[in-house]
């Protein structure tokens, strides 16, 4: 059974970095585009990133260019998410899913995602 596990989320102060990791189980990571989300609670989820785990590509939301840098390690079934210059604003649930619509990057729709994870938290205070 797909199955997305994410893990790395804490409590960081502003200007902090955290890396999130996002596992595959029960299917190969490199034939689909992985997408990070966030939401807070009375919000509606929010596109962060995407990578295409076939070819590498990514996308951001410009709200995070330039801060966060998404990657994959295929052979360990993972995508990671490196977020740099955090800010209040960033304290969010991250998930990451599986883009069903394409293989590439298209956007960040989320009826287009599955096999959501449980999400981790990401908390940036003083």
């Known amino acids: 059974q797909a199955r997305l596990v994410e893990s790395g989320g804490g409590l960081v102060q502003p200007g902090g970095s955290l890396r999130l990791s996002c596992t595959a189980s029960?299917?190969?990571?490199?034939?689909?585009?992985i997408g990070w989300f966030r939401q807070v609670p009375g919000k509606e989820r929010e596109g962060v990133s995407c990578i295409s785990t076939r070819d590498g590509t990514t996308d951001y939301a410009d709200s995070v260019k330039g801060r966060f840098t998404v990657s994959r390690d295929n052979a360990k079934q993972t995508v990671y998410l490196q977020m740099n210059s955090l800010k209040p604003e960033d304290t969010a649930v991250y998930y990451c899913a599986v883009n069903r619509a394409n293989y590439y990057c298209s956007g960040f729709v989320p009826d287009d995602y599955a096999y959501w994870g449980q999400g981790t938290q990401v908390t940036v205070s003083v």
């Open positions: 029960g299917f190969s990571l490199g034939y689909f585009s």
